[in-house]
């Protein structure tokens, strides 16, 4: 751990902003990319927001280190990000990566589900169940720019995007690692799995907990792409203009065609989803195997 401004930061964070410094850098290339004077990044403090007005597009950044982890806080946060980009007409797209170095991001926020009340669950997951509705249903385009670690909810968040382009590191591991937590993905997440690498391979990966490298998750299909770290991001930018290149009317009711009926199963069922969350989660058993996951992921760094 090393000290800065009082507080207790790891060392890991530190170097992980590298990346910031790296984002510092790249304002300054902001104009020659299109960002030029006039256009603003918005946002709040944990989702930065790099919007390209004349593109139509936006790039949504996670920000809250050290592994975009999602707390309370970042998935309101980011509700209020993907609220105001879908309410504003400026904005046809977004891109969904990560300000931080080697995760995109590390699933639930563990320590939310761990020695918290039942209001509290109740809440997080009423949290959780809010961004993946919006984010699944968006009119807007989205495509996931996938730069580092996406385990479980990371994973979640990816699938709920149009598109996905995955980094070609050993370390840029996706998948739902749940069942090795001794956890249970939702039955939507389920959906989501179903719906993106059909019923097989979603029930082998599920029930195994599989992370996969990015070269399996090509193959089954639960990336769209996979290319080198450097090109993430412009190759997530040339698959949106292609999804841009269609009138959004149509694409838009053809989205909704095809994802309605599975956020349907969510949005008529949310409160008794949330009951059964809080019930699982309270069980000891559960608390305990959540507690001691917790504790080697601390005692590994
Ligand atoms: C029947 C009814 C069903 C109801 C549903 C029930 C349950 C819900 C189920 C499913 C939904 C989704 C669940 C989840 O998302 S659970 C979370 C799963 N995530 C993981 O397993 C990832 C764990 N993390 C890692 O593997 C690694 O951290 C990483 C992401 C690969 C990054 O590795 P790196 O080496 O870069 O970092 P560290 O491992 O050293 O971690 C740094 C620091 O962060 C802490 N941390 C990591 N992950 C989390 C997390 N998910 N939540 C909270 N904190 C996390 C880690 O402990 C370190 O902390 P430290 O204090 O030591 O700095």
Same mark, same amino acid.
């Given at each position: ?6 507080? !207790?930061?790891?060392? @890991?964070?530190?170097? @992980? ?5 790296? &984002? ?15 256009? @603003? ?12 007005? %004349? ?36 904005? !046809? ?15 639930? $926020? ?8 039942? %209001? /509290? ?21 989205? #495509?996931?720019? #996938? ?19 995955? %980094? ?6 996706? &998948? ?13 997440? =389920? ?7 059909? /019923?097989?391979? %979603? ?15 090509? @193959? ?9 770290? $450097? ?28 994802? =309605? ?7 008529? /069922? ?25 504790? =080697?992921?601390?005692? =590994?760094?």
């Amino acid at each position: 751990m090393a000290l800065m401004a009082g507080l !207790r930061v790891p060392a @890991r964070a530190l170097l @992980r902003s590298g990346c910031w410094l790296r &984002g510092a850098a790249l304002a300054g290339a902001e104009a020659a990319a299109g960002l030029g004077a006039g256009v @603003r990044r918005f946002g709040s403090q944990r989702v930065l927001v790099e919007p390209d007005p %004349a593109a139509g597009v936006a790039v949504v950044k996670l920000k809250s280190p050290p592994v975009n982890s999602l707390s309370l806080e970042l998935l309101t946060e980011l509700v209020i990000s993907l609220e105001k980009l879908d309410n504003d007409k400026t904005f !046809r797209g977004i891109v969904l990566t990560s300000d931080l170095c080697g995760v995109f991001s590390a699933g639930l $926020d563990l320590t939310e589900l761990c020695g918290r009340s039942p %209001a /509290h669950y109740a809440e997080y997951w009423r949290a959780l169940q809010e961004l993946w509705l919006r984010l699944y249903l968006s009119g807007l385009v989205s #495509v996931a720019a #996938v730069n580092g670690a996406s385990p479980a909810g990371g994973c979640l968040l990816c699938l709920s995007c149009d598109y996905r382009v995955l %980094a070609d590191s050993p370390s840029c591991v996706i &998948g739902p690692n749940e069942t090795r937590l001794g956890i249970v993905a939702p039955f939507w997440f =389920k959906d989501c799995m179903v719906n993106t690498v059909g /019923h097989r391979a %979603a029930e082998q990966a599920l029930q195994l907990g599989t992370l996969f490298p990015p070269a399996e998750a090509l @193959r089954v299909g639960l990336v769209d792409q996979v290319v080198p770290e $450097d090109q993430v991001q412009s190759t997530a930018l040339a698959a949106m203009a292609r999804w841009l290149a269609i009138p959004d009317h149509a694409r838009q009711l053809t989205k909704s065609m095809m994802r =309605k009926p599975t956020a349907d199963r969510l949005a008529k /069922h949310r409160e008794a989803d949330v009951q059964s969350f809080v019930s699982f989660v309270s069980r000891d058993s559960i608390q305990k195997a959540l507690q001691t996951y917790l504790e =080697k992921l601390k005692q =590994k760094g």
